[in-house]
């Protein structure tokens, strides 16, 4: 029963993955497409008619990267800390001047959690690193002609899981085996951004709805806990239309 499971979980992998990689790639050709069909009356339009479109990065793709401040969330989890990361990778918009859009991203992402221990003058913490290729998918909703809100949802394949310890009892790192942890994860987010011309500047909260634990071993240690994290980041685009 546990390796249909398996094979299950991997499949459906594969097929989020595929599904968000061909999402960006369609995305990335509709770009290119806007910029070379750009007509001559956009080329005549005033200055502050071309600033509003290039501010509103209404097609474009680019990389982007930034921080990550993420945990694991559960009712009975205690002195549970920030795990400190980061996260990279590329994304593709069309957001239409005064309308909704959509923004596809492909994202290496450092997620997990630190759990900090005292007993008398001993402290150690335990340090939970998992990292995901995720795919997020979102809405964009325009605020004026920079500023927009970001809403939609994620899934993401689990690639390192790790457990590493640190303090007076401990000071070692060793690998969990991802198949005591779902290899899929996924979930919603939503966050806002600014655009300046070919630059976007945003945070994003991503809040998992699929628990971690596989097995009877990481369900004793964690629990039902789930990904949750905080974003800040920068992108930057590398084609856009005019």
Not at 38 to 61: C, E, H, L, Q
Not at 137 to 160: K, M, R, S
Not at 202 to 226: F, M
Request: net charge neutral; glycine share 12%; hydrophobic share 40%.
């Amino acid at each position: 029963m546990s390796a249909l499971n398996t094979t299950a979980e991997s499949t459906i992998t594969h097929v989020a993955l595929v599904l968000g990689l061909t999402s960006l790639a369609m995305l990335c050709a509709i770009t290119l497409s806007a910029q070379e069909t750009t007509t001559t009356t956009s080329k005549t339009t005033t200055t502050s008619d071309v600033g509003a479109g290039a501010n509103g990065m209404t097609a474009a793709f680019g990389v982007k990267g930034g921080v990550n401040w993420s945990t694991l969330y559960v009712n009975e989890a205690k002195d549970v800390n920030l795990r400190l990361g980061g996260h990279f990778g590329f994304f593709a918009r069309v957001a239409p001047t005064g309308g909704l859009g959509i923004q596809v991203e492909a994202l290496y992402d450092q997620k997990g959690a630190t759990f900090t221990r005292s007993y008398a003058t001993i402290d150690q913490r335990t340090i939970y690193k998992f990292d995901y290729i995720s795919v997020p998918i979102l809405i964009t909703v325009p605020l004026g002609t920079v500023f927009e809100l970001h809403a939609g949802g994620y899934g993401a394949a689990l690639i390192v899981s790790e457990r590493k310890y640190e303090g007076d009892v401990a000071n070692f790192t060793n690998d969990l085996g991802d198949a005591k942890f779902r290899s899929f994860d996924y979930g919603l987010c939503g966050g806002a951004a600014i655009n300046f011309d070919r630059v976007q500047i945003g945070a994003r909260y991503n809040h998992g709805l699929n628990k971690l634990a596989n097995s009877q071993d990481t369900q004793y240690l964690l629990g039902n806990s789930k990904n949750a994290s905080f974003q800040a980041y920068v992108g930057v685009a590398i084609g856009k239309s005019k």
